[in-house]
Every structure is written in structure tokens, then in C-alpha cells.
């Protein structure tokens, strides 16, 4: 460590060097000049500003190099509106470090500490008030005390108790039930399983009353994605192929890592993306994860035909849709 | 005079060329039939059989096109994906290879031999009278948002692939793509999307794609990416260019 | 005097007989900062905050906080007659109907996005200067807390209008608060008003958003201000300037001006973004319905690095007992930020343990001269980058032709590898840029000119640098490193001594320099 008499010194602050505005008059006529220029630059926005919001109509388009066909008003209103504030800036600036004084000032530090007798005062003062109070004595206050506040404390937890139901099993259950035809989203007509070619897609909800509702939180849970193969490319035990219908499998369309809509459907590998962390599952192995963040594969739904040959699920899921959580057992 | 005289004549011939040309095609007779599907043999034999075999059988590196139906063969061929140039991750869209008369022979010579998909007709594809454009947002983003971005701009799919941007694709294309099921992209049968919601798709991208930019430059409309990229590059920069401008000393 | 001068005289006068202003308005009109543009980072954050809660007031008047289904009947043709909630055919409203209304939403998009780059390089600044330092270490964690508020509402904020886009985002933030074990599920139906997406969401986070953190907001940069004001600024090192003065310029007039004016260039350029360039484009999304989502889907940049993370999780979840713990979004989603925000917070605090160094600091380091602390900095924004980058692979990948997987397996591998490497080349270059230092104080300035010697040899002339350059290059102090005896003179064992081993080798680590130039290494060398 070097000390101060090997150390290199501080030369001080360096000499004050003028500005041309300081010294020649003209400089500094001609600085002002273009503070004013800059401040009536900053009004001419404003007048664009309110001339576009007054006069402008809001449907005109017009082409602007990398813009591309721009909406008239919005771009005028915004320039102007850019012009008024930026010029006052820039005329306030070049005010200040052309014309105001540049002089380098010095001021001191003070010792944050404070003097020892000012806390030995304070010091002295908490101790006399504690003191005063008397809680060092009187367990019996301090006790009760505490089990008051805590108390109080606890009150506003309470009274937010009605923010939410209690989830019960609603994470567990869908509106999937035994019989429940699968109808196409958006339209809601019934599908036969000689509609879907091989290869095809359908993104489907279960049926509904006609004139119900159908609530987005329904669909968060209900929504499931129909894939034809040919049924030789499943590579799936017997229990779950008996799932299938003639090669048509239907997955839940909620991601089970954390909820995005699973629907992009790889045709030519039979694997199935979600575009939000990239987890893919493979279709022909009952939605196995093979990359990606993905715990579980996608809850499959047993799907067959009812009388009329409309595709229905056999049965309600048979685990949780959607992200995991605490309760669930799988 | 002369000059203006010059430019009429140009001008009448020009539009007598093309109002004849755009006459609704007339139905082929038999032998002009035959005649197309010879001409397609001629050239698949000649461009397409190397890889997809003498018989349209298919082979290691090329599937069958038994049954694929006009609809594929003009899709792939008219945006010249076929013949296919760069192997590696996927077909690309390209300059076609083959004029419009030859794409014909060569889908006229593929159907013949077995039963697919046919090419709409131009009555069958007019969605600006058939289709709803609002109806056609809510089948695009539930159907193809989730491969061809919201705004139909392309996305990433696995290994390299993807789902190509849909601007600058003709509305025939746009509808052979849906039925026939090109590549990784699945098949929509004409029950789960009816013929008309199709329409609608296809009239709801080019909507998008005619939409000018309501707030300003559209920055790929890909979304937050590049919006934070230009947060960082020219809204930071232009302010710490002039926060550097304010503490330099005044000349 | 003037007339002017007398009606501001009985103005002064009546407010000072009522507050006793005069006395306190003098000092602090008086009071110098320091100038320099690196200083001016942190009022970006404070003047786009300004313009947050102006263009943000404007959005309250017209924008309707409430998930209720309406069909749409408004300006915009292509989402005639769909169902979506108030609160997004509002934010249409706003954007096609209300004049300056889509001006207003983009400068206040924009400023978001400006208001937490700006914290981030405010941070760099801050942290590689040194400025955390004692007496500053509370403001620190201040502006800690500040980052991670500022986190939080501007998702919220951006999921107000309840697009496609923003609605796949509180989806992931639901299942985030769902993973968590035991209370999991009853937060996220508490928050939600029951099961996702439910429609008490927005109007409660719309609360938060307007009400509760501005006002945290407000709270936090008062006393991150005032702790500024009154420990007053640091300075850069330089001639003249000692830890004991503050050298720089008067509030009034030049303060006032300069950095009121820098008030008007922040607001100007975020109004000259709002006008040029689009930012989230919520009629080209459409409303949020669970059924939907669009490929390439990220939340916006501040938040791309927790997306990134969570991307590049193994598929780690463990079952037992009935019970799912769900490593994979907790770990990146919540354990590794938790760890890296608490030991930003803290750092201040980590580094005078290391080096032991209890005294007041107002000159700022060089970062070179502090090879360790600026190697860590270094190492964590490649950790943050590699995260960033992940968190756009899809996008990157059909940009640059690669393929999500590979730069899945570049991120996996890389957050790993990469910022100790980064650590080990930062700490070469700043040991390099110190040598460098040293033989400009020692050798001087080399000119470029040749001269030949008499016996043949050619040297290069070296200028010697002045005065002023040589003190700035050797004002810095280098401390050993701190001496932890096992034992002391008696040979009592000091306690802690796994502690205090740690505490000797990265203390010995931290203090890793070359010496710097002295006055007497320059006479040696005058004597050549």
C-alpha cells in the first residue's frame, strides 16, 4: 500500500477555461438566438399538436418510408405532441451550458455521524420515555400488548376471506362426461369420425345446452384437440388405445406444464408443440413429453361413437386437466 | 402529338390484350383433357420422377402422390416448393419453376390416375362476398395463430421447422394448403371448417395483410421482441445521447 | 425595486411568515450536484415514472376494468360482433375512437419499457461505480425493491386490456401460484375469484396497478430522492475532487434547467415512439379466450428472462404421498429469481464483509480497479442474457434459421458455462486496463514518432501525460487483503472458522491488483 508521501499528488482543479459566450458578446447574442429558435420550434409542435387533434380526421392513410401506410392523424398528433416537449428541453439545455454560469463550485461534506453529545442525549431521552412507559416493569401490559396488536393484525387477513371460493375438486373436474359429444370450436356442430381425413385437426369443446353459456373458465378446462392417424402408428397400450376410435385420439388442449393452449400439430412427426416454453409431446405414445420443460404427458380423453355416429367421450377425464398442483396425486 | 398519339395506341392494345385474357375459362372437352394429362406425364417424367418415382409410388426420399389430389400439386408446385432445391429442414416457398399452363398438366396427370383433393374454382374462393371477416379472426387465431403467428407472420415449429408467413399468398393457395395438409401442417376437413368459415379465414388474413399501420411502424408484428429491441437500441440511445450532450462542457 | 420585484417580495413574504421557508428554500438552492451523463440514468426512471402516471391517468378516464362479456360494436371491423370482455373492447375504444387515445396507450407502453431500461442501467452504474456503498446501502436496497415493484406492475399493467397475448401470460402467472405446495391452489382461487380465468382478476389487479404500487411507487422514490438529497451525490475521481467536497454546479439555475429540460427530452422521445412505432397492437391479438394462443407468445422484455428460465427447466416434478411439487416452474420461476434478487439487495453488505471496509465512500470506483466486483457484474448480465435470449428462441429461430431445440441446448449448457468464463475474461481485461494504466502514469503517452539514436537504435517518443490525467490514474486506493489469524497471540482459536476461511480467500481474491504507479516509481524511472 502506498502512502500519501509516495503517492502521486492531486494537482487540484484544473484552470477554468472560458466559454466563447463567457468573453465575446456576439457568442453569446447568437447562443440565445438559438435557445429562442429552439423554444419557437417546441411551439410549433404544439400548434401541430392541436391542429391535428381538431382537423385531422382519424381515417386518413397515407404512405411514409418505413412506416409504411400510416394513419395521418395518430402520427401528426404524435410528432407534434413529440416536437412541443422535446424543443423545451433541448432549449433549456443549451440555455444552461452556453449561457449560465459553468463555474465549477465546491462545497464540503459534513460527518453524518452525529456529535456524541447529541446521542448521548437521544440515547438518554429513549431510555427516560421507555422508562416513563414502563413496559420494562409491567410484563402484564407488554404481554397483553402484544397479544392485542397480533390480534388486530390478523383482522384484515380475515376480512379478505371471501376474495376466492375454496377450490374443492373444481381443479379436478371438467364438464366431460359419459356420452358428451365433441363439437367444433368456434361453431359448435358434432362431428362424425368419417369427417376428419387422416392427418386432420379439430379443436373441439363439449356440447352445451343450446342457449347456454359457455364461461372462459369452462373452456380453460373443457378444451381438448382431436388427431386422426392411422390407428398402425399408435404406439399405445391396450388400455389406452382403447381410448381411440379408428385412429382418431383426443387430448386435453391445456398445456400440463402451465396452461397455454396446446394445438400446434405437427402432421408429418406426430408431435405436438406448445408455443409457450416449447415442451412437445408425441402424439402416437399418448402425448409423451419428449423435450421441453413438461412434467406429464397431456391427460388423454376416451373418445368413441354414439348411435348416430357422432363422436362422444366414453367417460370425464381420468386425472386433472391442466398445470399440476399440491393436491394432485400423479 | 406524335408522343401522345403513341401512347393511346399502347394503351388500347395493352387493354384489348388483357381483357381478352381474363375471359372465364371454358370447360375442357375430352381430347383437350387428354391432351393436359399427357403433357403433365411429359413433364413429371422429365422434373418430378427422379425423386417421386416412375409410377407416382414415392421412393426414399419422396412420398407417393397417389391420391394427393390437384389441390396438393398446385399448391406445391405453383409456389414453387416443388422441385424442391434445399432439402435440409424444410420445403420453402420459391420462384415457381413451371409456368401456370404446365402446373395444370402436371395436377391434370397426377388426379388422373387417382381420385384427390381438386384446385377450387374461382367462384368456389370468393370470400369477399362469402366469408366474415370478424368470423374468420376468431377461426384464424383458433386454428392457425398458434403455428402462423396472430398476425399470420410465421412461427417456429421443432427442429427447425416452421409455419411460413401467410402475406403475399393468393387466396387458391391459401385454401389448397387448408384441405390438402402440406408438409407438417395438418389437414382441415371441409366438416370441422365448413368451405364458407374457410372463406372467412381467408378473407380475415387478407384484411391483415391490407390492415396500414394503425399506431405506427408494425415492427414485424411478432410482438414484445422487438419492441424491447427498439426500447434498447433507439430509445435508450437517442436519450443517452443527449444526457452525454448535456454534461459536455460548452464550447 | 421594481414592481415585479416587489409582488414576488410579498409573495416570498407571505408564504415564509407561515412556513419559514426562506431559510430552508436558500440552502437547498444552493445545493451542487455533480455532473456527469451516467448520472443522468437514474432520471430517466424518474421522469418516465412522471410520464407513467400522466399518460396512465389520461388511459383511467375512458379504459373499464371489468371482465364481463360485451359484443362488439365499435370502430374496428375486423372484431365486429365478438364476444370479449369490457375491459378489452374498452382498450379498443380507446385506441380507435378516443382521439390521442392510441398516442396515449404507446407513450404509456413505451415509457414502461423505458422506465425499467432505465433502472436496469441506472443499476449498472451504480453497481460497477460502487455508489452502494456506505453510506448508500439502504438507498440500494431501495432501488432493489423498486426493480422488482417495477416488474410486477408492468405485467400487470400490460394484462389489463386482456388480449390473447397478455391472457396467456396471467395464465402462466396463475399456474406459477397454483405449483406452490400446501397453499398452491387456495391463492390462486383466492386471486382468481375462483378457477381461471374467472372474472375478478382484472378489476382486482386494475386496483393494484392504479392505486397500490404507484402509491408504493411514490412512497419508495420519495425516500430513494431524499436520501439522495441529503447524503448528497457521489462524484467521479478526478483532480480536485476528494471523498471530504462535492464539486459540481448550483440547483439554481443550472440544475433546475438542465435537468428540468432533460425532463422534457425523456417525455419528447417516448412521445416521438408513441407516434412512430406500434407497441402492442391488442386488436391484432384479439380477446383472451383459453382455446387460443399464438406461436410466439413472450411477456415483454423485463420479463423475458424469467420466460427464458422457464423454458430451458428440466422436466424435474416430484410426486409423493398424494402430493405434486412441481420443481420445474418453481425453480426457475421463483427459487433462482428469489436468490439472485436477495443477493443483489444484500451485495453492499457482502462486500464490505469481504473487504472488511467500514468507511464512508463518495468517490466512485473505476471499474477496472475493482477487478472482482466488476467480474461478478459482468457475470450476472450473462446470466440474465442467456436467459433473455432463450425467452425469444422461437422467434430467434425462424430469424436467423436455427432451430428452438439447439438454442434450448445453448442456453441449457450456456447459463451454466458461460458466466464463469465471463467472470475469468472481465478480470483479465480489467487487470490488463490497470497495467495499461500503470505504464501510462510510468511511461507516458507513446506518439507514434520514431527517432534514431546515434548508435543505430530506434525508440518511440513518449509524451509524459499531465498532471491531471496521472493523479486520476492513481488516485485509487488498493487495500490488502484482509488478515484473519486462525488464532490470536494467546492462541485462542478465532471462533467461525469455516466463516472466516471463506472470508480470507475472497477477500484475498477481491484484493487482486496491480500496484499502482507511485511518485517514487517515477524518479526511478526519470533516472533512466
Known amino acids: 500500500m502506498s502512502n500519501e508521501i509516495e503517492a502521486i499528488k492531486d494537482p487540484g482543479l484544473p484552470a477554468h477555461v472560458h466559454r466563447r459566450a463567457d468573453t465575446d458578446p456576439k457568442a453569446a447574442k447568437k447562443a440565445e ?5 429552439l423554444f419557437l420550434l417546441s411551439a410549433l409542435g404544439t400548434v401541430t399538436l392541436i391542429g391535428s387533434y381538431i382537423f385531422i380526421p382519424q381515417d386518413v392513410f397515407f404512405y411514409f418510408p418505413v412506416l409504411g401506410n400510416t394513419n395521418a392523424h395518430q402520427l401528426f398528433l404524435g410528432l407534434g405532441m413529440a416536437a412541443s416537449l422535446f424543443f423545451i428541453g433541448m432549449g433549456a439545455i443549451h440555455w444552461a451550458k452556453t449561457l449560465m454560469p459553468d463555474e465549477e463550485v465546491i462545497i464540503q461534506r459534513h460527518e453524518f455521524r452525529s456529535p456524541d453529545e447529541d446521542r448521548a442525549e437521544f440515547i438518554k431521552t429513549v431510555k427516560e420515555g421507555a422508562a416513563a412507559a414502563g413496559l420494562g416493569r409491567r410484563s402484564l401490559i407488554k404481554r397483553s400488548l402484544g397479544l392485542s396488536l397480533g390480534l388486530v393484525g390478523l383482522s384484515p387477513l380475515i376480512l379478505l376471506g371471501d376474495l376466492g371460493p375454496l377450490p374443492g375438486d373444481e381443479l379436478s373436474k371438467t364438464s366431460w362426461k359419459a356420452g358428451t359429444r365433441l363439437v367444433t370450436d368456434p361453431g359448435d356442430r358434432p362431428i362424425r369420425a368419417e369427417d376428419l381425413e387422416v392427418g386432420a385437426v379439430a379443436q373441439t369443446l363439449p356440447e352445451i345446452e343450446p342457449g347456454a353459456h359457455r364461461a372462459l373458465s369452462d373452456i380453460g378446462k373443457d378444451a381438448v384437440l382431436l388427431i386422426r392417424l392411422r390407428p398402425e402408428e399408435f404406439n399405445l397400450d391396450a388400455e389406452r388405445l382403447s381410448w381411440t376410435y379408428e385412429g382418431i385420439i383426443a387430448f386435453s388442449k391445456i398445456c400440463s406444464h402451465m396452461g397455454c393452449a396446446v394445438a400446434l400439430y405437427e402432421q408429418q412427426t406426430k408431435h405436438l408443440l406448445c408455443p409457450c416454453h416449447q415442451s412437445t409431446f408425441d402424439v402416437t405414445r399418448a402425448a409423451k413429453v419428449i423435450f421441453g420443460p413438461s412434467a406429464r404427458p397431456l391427460p388423454q380423453l376416451a373418445i368413441t361413437v354414439d348411435s348416430e355416429g357422432y363422436l362422444v367421450a366414453q367417460s370425464p377425464f381420468n386425472e386433472p386437466v391442466g398445470p399440476s398442483f399440491w393436491e394432485r396425486s400423479s | 402529338m406524335a408522343p401522345l398519339l403513341l401512347v393511346l395506341a ?23 383433357k387428354s391432351a393436359l394429362i399427357d403433357e403433365g406425364q411429359r413433364i413429371f417424367l422429365k422434373g418430378c420422377s427422379s425423386c417421386h418415382g416412375l409410377n407416382l409410388e414415392g421412393s426414399a426420399i419422396a412420398p407417393s402422390l397417389i391420391g394427393v389430389g390437384a389441390a396438393s400439386v398446385d399448391f406445391q408446385v405453383a409456389t414453387g416448393r416443388m422441385p424442391v432445391a434445399d432439402m435440409s429442414q424444410q420445403i420453402a416457398r420459391k420462384d415457381p419453376v413451371y409456368n401456370e399452363k404446365e402446373v395444370e398438366a402436371l395436377a391434370a396427370y397426377v388426379s388422373s390416375l387417382a381420385p384427390g383433393p381438386d384446385v377450387p374454382g374461382e367462384e368456389s374462393l370468393n370470400y369477399e362476398r362469402n366469408g366474415s371477416t370478424a368470423e374468420g379472426g376468431e377461426l384464424f387465431r383458433t386454428n392457425c395463430a398458434m403455428c402462423h403467428n396472430f398476425a399470420a407472420q410465421g412461427g417456429a415449429l421443432t427442429q427447425g421447422k416452421y409455419a411460413p408467413t401467410l402475406m403475399g399468398v393468393t387466396p387458391r393457395h391459401i385454401y389448397e394448403a387448408l384441405i390438402t395438409g402440406p408438409q407438417s401442417m395438418p389437414v382441415f376437413s371441409d366438416k370441422t371448417i365448413t368451405p364458407a368459415e374457410k372463406l372467412s379465414i381467408i378473407k380475415w388474413i387478407k384484411a391483415a395483410e391490407a390492415e396500414p399501420q394503425l399506431g405506427g411502424a408494425s415492427l414485424g408484428r411478432v410482438g414484445p421482441v422487438t419492441e424491447g429491441l427498439l426500447v434498447w437500441t433507439l430509445g435508450l440511445g437517442l436519450l443517452v445521447g443527449v444526457a452525454v450532450w448535456l454534461a459536455m462542457k460548452a464550447r | 425595486m421594481t414592481a415585479r420585484e416587489k409582488i414576488a417580495g410579498s409573495v416570498a413574504n407571505y408564504v415564509d411568515e407561515r412556513t419559514g421557508a426562506a431559510k430552508w428554500m436558500k440552502k437547498n438552492l444552493t445545493k451542487v450536484f455533480p455532473d456527469h451523463w451516467s448520472f443522468l440514468l437514474g432520471e430517466i426512471a424518474l421522469y418516465s415514472f412522471v410520464i407513467l402516471l400522466l399518460s396512465g391517468t389520461f388511459l383511467t378516464f375512458w379504459f373499464d376494468p371489468s371482465q364481463r362479456e360485451v359484443i362488439y360494436e365499435g370502430a374496428y371491423a375486423p372484431l365486429e360482433g365478438l364476444k370479449m370482455s369490457a375491459a378489452y373492447a374498452s382498450t379498443l375504444q380507446i385506441s380507435f375512437e378516443v382521439r390521442g387515445g392510441l398516442l396515449m396507450r404507446q407513450i404509456h407502453h413505451w415509457a414502461a419499457l423505458i422506465f425499467m431500461a432505465a433502472i436496469v442501467v441506472h443499476l449498472m452504474r ?32 400490460y394484462s389489463l386490456p386482456d388480449d390473447l397475448l397478455s391472457g396467456t401470460g396471467v395464465r402462466i402467472a396463475e399456474a406459477i401460484i397454483q405449483a406452490l405446495p400446501l397453499v398452491g391452489s387456495y391463492l390462486a382461487f383466492f386471486a382468481f375469484g375462483g378457477a381461471f380465468p374467472g372474472e375478478a382478476f382484472i378489476p382486482r389487479i386494475y386496483t393494484v396497478h392504479v392505486l397500490l404500487l404507484p402509491g408504493a411507487f411514490l412512497a419508495l422514490i420519495t425516500v430513494h430522492l431524499m436520501l439522495v438529497w441529503y447524503q448528497k451525490h457521489t462524484q467521479y475521481p478526478g483532480p480536485g475532487r476528494t471523498e471530504k467536497n462535492v464539486v459540481g454546479y448550483p440547483l439554481m439555475p443550472v440544475y433546475m434547467a438542465k435537468a428540468g429540460g432533460f425532463f422534457f427530452i425523456v417525455f419528447g422521445v417516448t412521445a416521438f415512439l408513441g407516434a412512430v412505432a406500434s407497441i402492442n397492437p391488442i386488436w391484432l391479438y384479439g380477446p383472451y379466450t383459453p382455446g387460443q394462443i399464438s406461436a410466439g407468445s413472450q411477456p415483454d422484455w423485463y420479463m423475458g428472462w424469467l ?7 428440466p422436466p424435474l416434478e416430484s410426486h409423493f404421498f398424494g402430493h405434486t411439487v412441481s420443481w420445474n416452474i418453481l425453480i426457475p420461476g421463483l427459487i433462482v429469481p428469489g436468490i439472485l434478487f436477495t443477493g443483489m439487495a444484500l451485495y453492499p453488505f457482502i462486500e464490505s464483509w469481504i473487504t472488511g471496509d467500514k468507511r464512508e465512500h463518495h468517490l466512485l470506483d473505476r471499474p477496472r480497479n475493482v477487478p472482482n466486483r466488476t467480474a461478478l457484474g459482468v457475470m450476472s448480465l450473462t446470466f440474465m442474457l442467456v436467459a433473455l435470449i432463450n425467452g425469444g428462441n422461437d422467434i430467434i429461430a425462424t430469424t436467423f434459421d436455427l432451430t428452438i431445440n439447439q438454442i434450448m441446448w445453448f442456453s441449457r449448457i450456456g447459463i451454466l458455462i458461460l458466466p464463469p468464463i465471463a467472470f475469468v475474461v472481465t478480470k483479465r481485461l480489467c487487470l490488463s486496463l490497470q497495467r495499461a494504466d500503470r505504464d501510462l502514469v510510468l511511461h507516458g503517452r507513446e506518439t507514434g514518432r520514431l527517432v534514431m539514436m546515434e548508435h543505430g537504435e530506434f525508440v518511440e517518443v513518449h509524451e509524459p501525460i499531465s498532471a491531471e490525467k496521472a493523479w486520476l490514474l492513481t488516485q485509487h486506493e488498493q487495500n490488502p487483503a484482509l488478515a484473519l489469524e486462525e488464532s490470536d497471540l494467546r492462541g485462542v482459536r478465532r471462533p467461525g472458522v469455516l466463516k472466516n476461511k471463506l472470508r480470507a480467500r475472497m477477500s484475498k481474491a477481491h484484493a487482486v491488483a496491480i500496484p499502482k504507479a507511485t511518485a517514487a516509481d517515477l524518479k526511478e524511472i526519470e533516472h533512466h
Open chain 3, 126 to 157: 451504480v453497481y460497477f461505480t460502487g455508489a452502494f456503498r456506505k453510506p448508500r446501502e439502504f438507498n440500494w436496497i431501495i432501488g432493489v425493491g423498486l426493480l422488482t415493484l417495477g416488474i410486477v406492475e408492468g405485467f400487470l399493467g
Open chain 2, 10 to 32: 399502347l394503351f388500347s392494345i395493352g387493354t384489348t390484350f388483357s381483357v381478352a385474357g381474363a375471359a372465364t375459362s371454358t370447360p375442357l372437352t375430352a381430347a383437350e
Open chain 3, 307 to 313: 420466460d427464458g428460465l422457464v423454458r430451458m427447466s
Open chain 1, 33 to 37: 438566438r438559438q435557445v429562442a429558435i
